[in-house]
T-cell receptor, first 113, second 112 residues
Framework: GAGVSQTPSNKVTEKGKYVELRCDPISGHTALYWYRQSLGQGPEFLIYFQGTGAADDSGLPNDRFFAVRPEGSVSTLKIQRTERGDSAVYLC???????????FGEGSRLTVL | GENVEQHPSTLSVQEGDSAVIKCTYSDSASNYFPWYKQELGKRPQLIIDIRSNVGEKKDQRIAVTLNKTAKHFSLHITETQPEDSAVYFCAARRQGNEKLTFGTGTRLTIIP
């Protein structure tokens, strides 16, 4: 595609519910990243995929967070038993060159009531 | 892990004047330092980056300087224009690691 696409753009859920956030990277990009951005803060690293495998998941805050990329393209970030503190914009980025530039999506704004 | 500090958190500059944003990093093994611009409600976009084998890089009105000894790098915007108003994030990445660590951002406002 022309850019990184994320859906939904906005998600409002209740505390305790399960949510899935989807990222469709730029075609051909092998590296995919998930970041979380809280209001007034910089993006905070969550997880990085190279192909299908999670090469670095050190940023996932706890075991309620999980991400997959089964075919090495689309990725899904899954959050179980959501808490109000999970409210943030979840950014996905992809990279496909040796320059290291990350191309970000517009983000999914998650609000947990 | 890497820690990136950025200041100031807000900066107001008269149109046409220069703006400087500074960042420090903690990991001496970091070798890649990008700057991202994020307009309100939009995605972060790369505006310039520098690697540790050079001390300065310039692209039109934007320049970045790197001091490896002091572990700090700066973004310089000259002849500022209203469209430069945005939040700017610095970041650092350790060699051999794909994780970018971002600073907390600087909200730049250009006063017409």
């Amino acid at each position: 595609g022309a850019g990184v696409s994320q859906t939904p753009s906005n998600k409002v859920t209740e505390k305790g519910k399960y949510v899935e956030l989807r990222c469709d990277p730029i075609s051909g990009h092998t590296a995919l990243y998930w970041y979380r951005q809280s209001l007034g803060q910089g993006p905070e690293f969550l997880i990085y995929f190279q192909g299908t495998g999670a090469a670095d998941d050190s940023g996932l805050p706890n075991d309620r967070f999980f991400a997959v990329r089964p075919e090495g393209s689309v990725s899904t970030l899954k959050i179980q038993r959501t808490e109000r503190g999970d409210s943030a914009v979840y950014l996905c980025a992809s990279s496909g060159s040796n320059t290291g530039e990350l191309f970000f999506g517009e983000g999914s704004r998650l609000t947990v009531l | 892990g890497e820690n990136v500090e950025q200041h100031p958190s807000t900066l107001s500059v008269q149109e046409g004047d220069s703006a400087v944003i500074k960042c420090t990093y903690s990991d001496s093994a970091s070798n890649y330092f990008p700057w991202y611009k994020q307009e309100l409600g939009k995605r972060p976009q790369l505006i310039i980056d520098i690697r540790s084998n050079v001390g300065e890089k310039k692209d039109q009105r934007i320049a970045v300087t790197l001091n490896k000894t002091a572990k700090h790098f700066s973004l310089h915007i000259t002849e500022t224009q209203p469209e430069d108003s945005a939040v700017y994030f610095c970041a650092a990445r350790r060699q051999g690691n794909e994780k970018l660590t971002f600073g907390t951002g600087t909200r730049l406002t250009i006063i017409p």
